[in-house]
């Protein structure tokens, strides 16, 4: 089974950075995606990038493009999420998803990391 543990996050200030780690262990399976998806207090989960297995293709939900850069560390099985220009709304709890891309298409989460940015 595959375990995820987040970490990162921290209090920042407007204008600031923080990276988040993804740290991926236990059995894993040849391809598949690795996503940040972030929640807020009383708003939706939102995805927020994910980067794929296979040919190190990534995606950014539009408020955070040009901001974020997703990117993975396969020798140490850790994706990171690097924020910079940080903004209040992005405040929420960030938490990694594995995402098998063959059948039966499972999904993993990790215990969440929370990010909080202050104006």
């Known amino acids: 089974e595959v375990q995820l543990q987040a970490s990162g996050g921290g209090l920042v200030q407007a204008g600031g950075s923080l990276r988040l780690s993804c740290a991926i262990s236990?059995?894993?399976?040849?391809?598949?995606?690795i996503g940040w998806v972030r929640q807020a207090p009383g708003k939706e989960r939102e995805g927020v990038s994910c980067?794929?297995?296979?040919?190190?293709?990534?995606s950014y939900t539009d408020s955070v493009k040009g901001r974020f850069t997703i990117s993975s560390d396969n020798a140490k099985n850790t994706v990171y999420l690097e924020m910079n220009s940080l903004k209040p709304e992005d405040t929420a709890v960030y938490h990694c998803?594995?995402?098998?891309?063959?059948?039966?298409?499972?999904?993993?989460w990790g215990k969440g990391t929370q990010v909080t940015v202050s104006s």
């Open positions: 236990g059995f894993t399976f040849d391809d598949y995606a």
């Open positions: 980067i794929s297995s296979s040919d190190g293709s990534t």
């Open positions: 998803n594995y995402h098998r891309m063959t059948w039966p298409f499972t999904d993993y």
